[in-house]
T-cell receptor, first 113, second 115 residues
Framework: ETGVTQSPTHLIKTRGQQVTLRCSSQ?????VSWYQQALGQGPQFIFQ???????GRGNFPPRFSGLQFPNYSSELNVNALELDDSALYLC????????????FGPGTRLTVT | AQSVSQHNHHVILSEAASLELGCNYSYGGTVNLFWYVQYPGQHLQLLLKYFSGDPLVKGIKGFEAEFIKSKFSFNRRTPSVQWSDTAEYFC?????????????FGKGTHLIIQP
């Protein structure tokens, strides 16, 4: 059991809407990374949060944004949803500086109609 | 930019067969290498990791892998497969150190073990 939890499990939204996904990191971890996993693909890195700031980002547009809170939990926000945003969104926690051994949560399945 | 490719997208084997899953990566420097496994209905779990040192690494559930730098591949080996090994296997890399890069994943290999 990794200890990383995510909510909600599933979500259905309409194109153009906004969505917020939540993640609680594993105890003792101070860094949270978010990934998007489309059907049949490997996870793609969205961004990483450490010390409540974004400190790394993949190839995703600005409408993907996030937050990290003092207890190291995190949110992923996506504005102006598009059909292609339908995917499994994964949160991973780790300890900064320890070679990025990341532990993943179960994910949130987002469907955009 | 980093890229990762996995040799096989779908593999079907019978129990007790041997298995080797391959992964190639492109990166102009030292990397950390990982294999993750996703069993049906479960989340991604770390199976194997290589940071440096002994190229032969052992992970959970009896799996082991060999880092072969000259071939730019990281193969996962198991003496014989079991039905419970049916899962999706992902190879991933990132740069070592305290940087803020995420993991770059391959597209995955869907392994089906037939009883």
């Amino acid at each position: 059991e990794t200890g990383v939890t995510q909510s909600p499990t599933h979500l259905i939204k309409t194109r153009g809407q906004q969505v917020t996904l939540r993640c609680s990191s594993q105890s003792g971890h101070n860094t949270v990374s978010w990934y998007q996993q489309a059907l049949g693909q490997g996870p793609q890195f969205i961004f990483q949060y450490y010390r409540e700031e974004e400190n790394g980002r993949g190839n995703f547009p600005p409408r993907f944004s996030g937050l990290q809170f003092p207890n190291y939990s995190s949110e992923l926000n996506v504005n102006a949803l598009e059909l292609d945003d339908s995917a499994l969104y994964l949160c991973a926690s780790s300890v900064q500086g320890l070679n990025h051994e990341q532990y993943f949560g179960p994910g949130t399945r987002l469907t955009v109609t | 930019a980093q890229s990762v490719s996995q040799h096989n997208h779908h593999v079907i084997l019978s129990e007790a067969a041997s298995l080797e899953l391959g992964c190639n990566y492109s990166y102009g420097g030292t990397v950390n290498l990982f294999w993750y496994v996703q069993y049906p209905g479960q989340h991604l779990q770390l199976l194997l990791k290589y940071f440096s040192g002994d190229p032969l690494v052992k992970g959970i559930k009896g799996f082991e892998a060999e880092f072969i730098k000259s071939k730019f591949s990281f193969n996962r080996r198991t003496p014989s497969v079991q039905w419970s090994d049916t899962a999706e296997y992902f190879c991933a890399v990132n740069a070592p150190g305290g940087g803020a890069d995420g993991l770059t994943f391959g597209k995955g290999t869907h392994l089906i073990i037939q009883p």
